[in-house]
């Protein structure tokens, strides 16, 4: 029966705590019937859309949640419109929730290892206007701990378990430490019991004081006492109510009010913050007004708790919102008898931009709502009641009193309209009209009494002569335009041998002496008696196929650049061409390395040495040389017959760019490690009929930047590609092609064989060719490389490859069956 009994009573003590939670939860819950999103700030959404992602919902999961939480219709939609501006605002996907770190750092978030469960529970916290003084409480940082290492206060009430600290000095010297006993009682040694329970340190300290002195101590007569605390009691305290978390709570003797609050995690959403009643001995002591803490720092009803004192947080009777221009927007709790005057106090008073002649107010009236507009004067008076809704609007913006000059003027800018304030004054108070100044119009735009504007055109001239002048309005706008502004930016061009071309700013007067000053004078080898320039022609005739479209003329300068010699006067958009002189040569120089006596760099000497010239100035070939791995590399510009420094290099640099591109991949992987060049650089020649036959077509001329390279006679040929052990392979005569691919593990299953091709040592290539079913390869030297491509992917159907290639197949045969009944 007892076992019964005791079950009974811990299945009604669970359902009790669930429903106390229950309750507790629901109550914290916030509806989102209220909300209304033209009021939400683009951080309070990007806040909403954060917390989303970090519980895993995506934004169509935000707006479901909304939906269920009671938001109305039109207000889901305004919300779902924000959202996709802000997601591409930021350029994050709208349907992506999974990406939570791509989208969190485009939104300046970190997402945080928290619960999603409770993370989606207050999803739209941030939307909701939060309860002035409720986060007291949730601070880490603002625990309330009570100080245990206070001085002793003289009206703590003592009771059991504290530990008085008895310290008696002077003509006697004692020290006892006393715990109160559960009687309420102490036992001092050689005086006997004393009872302190439910007196002050003050009292009981007076009790000891009379207890001692008539145990022949001579208190007060050359001995003294000090009663202080040791080791303090616990209490405990119950809360109740609408607090987060009511229960049953376990404090030290000095904890207050504001610590029991704080460990019971504050009042929730439905309780008060102005009316928490401490009932001690079945009646009410105190009632505390967190306000009076928040708004002044006053803690005179934080009173300090004793055993059994219970902490009753009731719901709040009238709370109130405000919004808009307040340093603190918030819901506000209302006592009787406050005004708006004192809500706006608690609020911190208006922003610097805040409009407070009115306060626009949302009543409760019946069935609905009204709007109704609080005047400044009426601030004291007006009573808040249940439901209110107070929002403070924003000044306008616009100047009563504006004017604004922009332009050609010294003091460009906004200036005050003055009473008579004319266009000649405004022009004088911007210190005036600037050097370049177009003169001859200008312009105010001005405001219409509908709002539309009106371009009132006026004479500089007439205005600085006073023939003219016109009275100013709020929000015009003068321009005065520059003569600059008015046409394009005047430059000359200088190219050709100047060591600094390009383009200059054009100055009256501008002779082609200045230009080419300008242009850091003439570069080395530059013609001064071939100078051309080019002028643009306005009055070509369009009619004629022959028409001039541009003027040139032939200017001859003095080589010291001295003043009057050409007197060539420019004009804006000349362009002015230096060439350089018939016979001027720059030195070319080539390069010769590997088998010679003397490898090096060598200079041109004539235009027309070749590469046995070259040979034999650098000594000829040694012993060592393999003549036929001799290989150029020359540069796509020398191939193509140009020289480098009289070349339009950035486009011949994006031609050359484009070819090379294309052959850098399979040149990159025919060619050793040790060696990568691009296929391009080098030129193939055959070496050995060159020096046998020296002057011959085959003979080629040098170009600036040629090197030649003559290697060492080879003993390898190096296997690449798609071959199972690429590797380098002792050359051997008697070795085939298919016998070098052999020694490299053979072709692997993915090859190409009908591709595969060699690389000889002087650049030259050659390639596998076909004979009906049969590869026929390149032979091999020694330096050569061998490379197998890889076989590219099937493309389309398999089976219909396979049919096609045995039609293919049977379409042989029978023209080869045909061939052989004619021969008969």
Known sequence: MNKINLSAILLILLIFCGSIKTVSAQSNLQSMSSVNVDDLSDQQVIQLMQQGQNAGLSDAEIIQQAQAKGMSADQVQKLQTRIKYLRSKSGTSTSSAADTNTVGRRLNYTPASTDTSNIVNNLFDSLNPKVFGADIFKNKNSSFEPNLKLATPLNYIVGPNDELDINVYGNSLINWKLTVSPDGNINIPGIGVLNVSGKTIEQATAQ?????AANNYAIGHG??????????????????GQVVKPGTYTLPSLATVFNALYVAGGPNYNGSL???EVIRNNRIIKHLDVYDFLVKGDQKDNITLQDQDIVRVPTYRTRVELAGQVKIPALFEVLPGETLQNILTYAGGFTDSAYTARIKVSQINDQQRKITDVLEADYNDYIPLRGDKFTVGSIINRYENRVTITGAVFKPGEYELQKG????QLIANAAGLKEDAFTERGTITRLNPDNTTAIISFNLKDVENKVVDVPLQREDVVSISSIFDLRDKYTVTINGEVRKPGKFAFGDNMKVEDLILKAGGFAEGASTKRIEV???????????????VAQVFSVDVDNQITPGTANFVLQPFDIVSVYSLPGYEKQKVVKVEGEVLYPGSYTIKNKNEKIS???KRAGGLTVFADVEGGSLKRNNIAILGLDKSKTDSTALALEQTTKSNRLKQAYKDSTSNDDQQQRNDF????????????GTKIDLLLEDGDELRIPKEQQIVRVNGQVLYP????????????????????YAPRALKSGAYVVYPNGTVKGTRKFLFFNIHPGVKPGSQIYVPLKPAPVGNSLQTILGLTTGLASIGAIILGILSLNR
């Not at 605390?229 to 809360?239: A, E, F, H, M």
């Open 208 to 212: 000891i004081k009379s207890k001692l």
């Open 223 to 240: 001995t003294n006492v000090n009663v202080t605390l040791g080791n303090i009691r616990s209490i405990q305290v119950i809360i109740i």
């Open 274 to 276: 102005r009316q928490i």
């Open 421 to 424: 304030l004319t266009l000649y």
């Open 534 to 548: 080019a002028r643009r022609v306005s009055d070509s005739n369009p009619e004629s196929k022959s028409s001039t």
């Open 613 to 615: 010239d070259l040979v």
């Open 683 to 694: 030129v193939g020649i055959d070496l050995k009929n060159i020096l046998k036959k020296p």
């Open 727 to 746: 590797s380098a392979v002792v050359y051997d005569n008697s070795k085939s092609f298919n016998d070098f691919v052999s020694n490299a593990g053979g």
